[in-house]
């Protein structure tokens, strides 16, 4: 089965806690502290798999966890780090975050793109020594990895697209031109799925096509299968259109010609503006009055009109040189920018914990972990964000509340401060 959309829920590994410990052994006193840090929590990666066509695997299984880092130890011993969960995705797969419906990658080359950081190992109370605390009875915990509901939606990595009418030969092209062994049968629908096809012209290009399902009038709304193929067209650099131009089926090659521009128009504006080469199929079926008439039409809106019978290949090389020429010219497949994702800032006062030990003020809350993520600390605008967020959110006042004062060490995660009023 064809599937080309999906959600599932990702979840790296939780950052391994720190340790608290003390060395002991004979002949050693005040040994000190010694205790290990956490492990790092494994990562949530895609890598694109060429092998793959379909997203069908992911109705079986939506949810992927990555390991957590191990927590750490006496003497001095770091936790193991989190092993990371490798899902493989077919070449052209988009991943967005489900909730905002921002781009997190397009997945369309051998990168491969880490989607939920693992969190990172708590610090060992070695690190919270120093001169006036030398024996700190406290570790920091680990951090928790990020925790994503994704869509996953492919998109197909073409430069042709071929589009038209159901039964009008798009498959049959495709069988004569490439290596592709699409069904083929005198009745509508027989192509199911798009089929991909390299095609080869010597002595060294080469383009992909992709036969995209039959559209039909209504597409754009639901009608026939056209509507769960039309993003597929998305991608193509140009498109070929096939239009049956004997009208073997009693319809006007004009009318099919408009009705299909039509939904490529309604689903994607863009679409109505792609380069497009008009191919007329079924030409040894037509009157020469046909042939004429259609041929007027097309060159009349200024674009690039062939007559072929793909079954006999009569004309197809014309065509696909065309293409070639064309395509030469054109920029190349598109590629979808990733977006930033909003983090929601919950109301003031809420979910946020503020631990103290020893004179340290430890702040928890994982919505902060993601702002903090994206925070250049090194930037000051991005910092004076940072600290507005802690004031609107009620941590400053939670802090005051326990009594921080000046010069007290604050810890959020990874970042480390002292408290200035």
Known sequence: MFVDKAIIKIKAGNGGNGAVSFRREKYVPNGGPDGGDGGKGGDVVFIADNTLSTLSDFRIKRKYRAEDGANGSGGNKNGKKGADTIIKVPCGTVIRELESGA????????????????????????????????????????TPGEEWELSLELKLLADVGLIGFPNVGKSTLVSVVSEAKPIIANYHFTTLSPVLGVVRIPPDFSFVMADI??????????????????????????????????????????????AVNKELGHFNPELSGRPQIVAGNKADLASEEQKA??????????LDYFEISAPITLGTAELINAAAAKLAELPPILRYEAESIPVKQPEKGDNFIIRVSDGVYTIEAEWLLKILNKTDLDDYESLQYFQSVLVSSGIIGALIEKGVEEGDTVIIYDLEFDYVP
């Open 103 to 142: 781009v997190m990658c397009d997945v369309s080359s051998v990168e491969p793109f880490k989607a939920a950081k693992g969190g990172r190992g708590g610090f060992g109370n070695p690190h919270f020594a120093n001169s006036v605390r030398q024996a700190p009875r406290f570790a920091k915990d680990g």
């Open 293 to 302: 008439g259609f041929r007027a039409y097309i060159e009349g809106l200024g």
């Open 213 to 258: 399902p039959g559209l039909i009038e209504g597409a754009a709304e639901g009608a026939g299968l056209g509507h769960e193929f039309l993003r597929h067209v998305e991608r193509c650099r140009m498109l070929i259109h096939i239009v049956d131009v004997s009208g073997s089926e009693g319809r006007d090659p004009k009318d099919d010609f408009t």
